[in-house]
Each structure stands twice: as C-alpha cells, then as structure tokens.
C-alpha cells in the first residue's frame, strides 16, 4: 500500500502543478503590446510677422498664458489653434489566451527592440485567411 501511494503521489503533484501553471498563465499573465491609435492633438501655431510662442507645455511657458484663449496674456501675441490627427503607438495589456490567438494568425509580430506590435487595428483577422 505505501508502495503504491508513493508512486502515485509525485505524478499527482506534478499533474495539479502544471494544471495550476496553466490557470495562472491564462488567469494573471499579460504581456504589453503596442498597438497604433490615431489621436487628436491640439497645436498653436503664432500667427506670422509675431514672435514664436513657447509650447504651453513648456517650462518656458507662463502659466497665465496657458489658461488664456486665442491670445497671450502678456504680450498680446496672436496665435492659430490646429486640431491634427496622428497615429501613435500605446502599450496595452494583453491577456495570455488572446496573446496566443493573435500570434497564430500572425496579428503580432516581434519589433527588433524585442517589444510586441499589434499588425491590425480594429477587428481581429479570422482563424482561416480563405
């Protein structure tokens, strides 16, 4: 009898630990993948013949000028708002089983800095390319 048990018992703890590795790897694992957005993004641009206006975001910036409108507050300098679309790259979580799913139909490729990259945008392709 303890002959048996012995011999049952190391294959059942391998078994119930790999079954374990499997639930936390399709459970908790995730992996950052980039994937292309396009944004909006809010540009001023001075007008001409008028001095160049440091980005709100800079440091250089004053803070009374970045609350104001169309105008600067101290200097009474004119600038042109721009709203202008761009694509750009965001990480984002992805869980393991949808990992596996996207690498199989070749929805993510590997860049050569060793980051992931999502190739479609959207709907994801489908299983069969027929």
């Known amino acids: 009898m303890r002959i048996i048990v012995g011999r049952a018992l190391l294959p059942a703890l391998l078994l119930a630990a790999g079954i374990a590795a499997v ?3 399709a459970r908790f694992h995730q992996a950052p993948v980039f ?3 396009e944004r909006e993004f809010t540009i001023k641009i001075p007008l001409p013949g008028r001095a160049f206006l440091p980005p709100p975001d800079s440091p250089m910036a004053d803070p ?3 609350a104001g409108g169309d105008q600067d507050s101290q200097g009474g ?3 042109i708002t721009r709203k202008i679309k761009k694509m750009v790259a965001v ?3 992805t869980g393991e089983p949808r990992l596996i799913r996207d690498l199989s139909v070749g929805g993510i490729v590997r860049l ?3 980051e992931l990259k999502r190739t479609y945008s959207g709907e994801a392709p489908s299983l069969c390319p027929t």
């Open 91 to 93: 990480a984002g979580d």
């Open 23 to 25: 639930v936390y790897g």
């Open 35 to 37: 994937e292309e957005q």
């Open 77 to 79: 300098e004119e600038f």
């Open 112 to 114: 050569d800095t060793g």
């Open 64 to 66: 009374a000028a970045q």
